[in-house]
């Protein structure tokens, strides 16, 4: 039998639920030629929805390309991932990716490797000592959509890591003045640090400010949650109440991993038809798979920054510079607030709006509310 829910990994086909307004927004885009950036914190979905794009936008005439570069620690990694990638998703096999290789990278001198399955293991190695590297790696895809006479979407996931190479707003000037530039090629950018991200994009001094279409992703509202979670349920003979179901979204705040893995935990337990103690087990299995990851996150936290998260836990979402709330929760002095609030979110403890500071982690902020919060007031 099939996983019902599907979570930790991007969810595809029947696993893919709602997201309808985004992925006509991102499909328009795409077949359009608009950049697009997609903000929201880790595990919303955001790969799930560009995959879901990719699947329904691409034909002869428009070649969608993805790739992640997480793994990249410098711009000598990104040119290498980026040009292997180009060249491997907009060819149909490998006699056109070595001759694509030879013809489109010729004067960065390419050594090609295929392993034992050269449909998927091709690597390509390149002259970095060229400094004609950066124009024709970064004008590749426009190469070859000029000479293919096609249109081509590169999707970057990860793109925050590009602040982490040497010399990165160099780096991001680069990139956009080459971007910028090309008429048949677009591109969409995302990424799981949503700070980094929001900083990129928004910031008026960084040279992705204004780059295209910022789109910042909303959650799954319960209404479309509860459908799906009984659908799922009913495929494998097994049933949930609405109110259960809704219970399951309430839980975990509508986190679209979350309410994937809950469902999944419940869904195990249920022989028939789901009950409240399924429910109940469910997420004290939840809180103990997870309890040896937040202890390891309240190690590496001050107690100023622990006693922040307990304000959050206990209800405060703004206002903490305030005398009684510092009293209260023991937070030191006012100027020390900016401190706290601009560690928690660099750790992706929290995030921060214009006027609501909240846990990221909505099963953290269950976990400490039951194993921290709540022993302080006994």
Not at 51 to 62: G, M
Not at 111 to 132: E, R, V, Y
Not at 201 to 208: A, C, D, N, R, V
């Amino acid at each position: 039998m099939e996983n019902p829910f599907v979570f930790g990994t991007a969810t595809f086909d029947e696993w893919f639920t709602d997201r309808e307004t985004e992925t006509h927004r991102l499909l328009a885009n795409f077949q359009n030629g608009i950049n697009t950036m997609i903000i929201s914190p880790r595990r919303w979905g955001k790969t799930s929805l560009v995959l879901k794009a990719s699947s329904l936008a691409k034909n002869k005439d428009l070649k969608i390309v993805n790739m992640d570069i997480f793994s990249c620690r410098s711009e000598v990694d990104f040119y290498q991932l980026f040009a292997v990638e180009i060249i491997k998703q907009t060819s149909n096999k490998w006699e056109e990716w070595a001759n694509n290789t030879k013809q489109f990278l010729i004067s960065l001198r390419p050594k090609i490797t295929f392993g034992a399955d050269p449909m998927n293991d091709f690597s390509i190695s390149l002259d970095f000592s060229n400094k004609q590297l950066n124009e024709d790696i970064l004008n590749l895809p426009q190469k070859i959509a000029s000479e293919k006479k096609i249109k081509i979407v590169v999707c970057i996931d990860e793109f925050q890591q590009i602040t982490e190479f040497n010399n990165s707003i160099s780096f991001q000037k680069r990139l956009r003045s080459f971007w910028q530039l090309q008429k048949d090629v677009s591109y969409c950018l995302y990424g799981s640090k949503k700070h980094l991200m929001s900083e990129l994009f928004s910031k008026q001094s960084l040279p992705f400010y204004k780059f295209g279409d910022l789109i910042f992703l909303q959650k799954i509202d319960t209404a479309d949650w509860i459908p799906y979670i009984q659908s799922r349920f009913a495929h494998t003979r097994k049933s949930i109440s609405g109110n259960l179901a809704e219970s399951i979204c309430q839980i975990v705040d509508n986190h679209s991993s979350y309410v994937q893995q809950l469902a999944w935990l419940v869904w195990v337990r249920t022989e028939r038809t789901t009950t409240e103690q399924d429910l109940e087990e469910a997420l004290n299995d939840l809180l103990n798979q997870n309890s040896m990851l937040y202890y390891n996150y309240l190690e590496n936290l001050t107690a100023y920054q622990i006693n922040f998260l307990i304000a959050i836990t206990d209800g405060v979402h703004h206002e903490f510079s305030k005398k009684g709330i510092i009293a209260k929760y023991n937070l030191g002095t006012s100027s020390n607030i900016a401190r706290i609030k601009k560690s928690l979110e660099q750790k992706e403890l929290i995030d921060i709006y214009p006027k609501k500071i909240t846990i990221n982690d909505p099963v953290f902020q269950l976990w400490l509310r039951k194993n921290v919060f709540n022993v302080l007031k006994t």
